[in-house]
């Protein structure tokens, strides 16, 4: 199934330049909320399904929320969250 899943086939560049699109927008507003409700409830734990590259976890603060799984159908798209965040979130969770 997962072989056969379109979201396996879809570049993260070519995700990522759709998502943060002006016409589309969901960068932006994925970003943002993200940002705002962090602050807001300010959790020990989070959890992102579509994590995607990890959108939003630079608001994350490792002294409040320590721990942060992350879902996403694509490996590869985990891959890139892992090698931007990993150093910074200790406990970063990577499910596929």
């Not at 699109?21 to 579509?50: C, D, E, I, M, R």
């Not at 002294?63 to 090698?83: A, F, K, P, Q, W």
């Amino acid at each position: 199934m997962f072989e056969t899943n379109a979201w396996n086939r879809i570049p993260l560049e070519d995700y990522d330049l759709h998502m943060g699109h002006q016409n589309v927008a969901q960068s932006q507003l994925l970003n943002n909320l993200t940002k705002k409700y962090l602050q807001k409830y300010q959790p020990k734990s989070t959890l992102f399904l579509g994590i995607s590259s990890g959108n939003g976890l630079e608001h994350i603060d490792t002294d409040i929320t320590e721990m942060v799984c992350g879902v996403d159908i694509n490996s590869s798209y985990l891959t890139t969250t892992r090698e931007r965040f990993g150093d910074k979130i200790k406990q970063l969770l990577l499910v596929n």
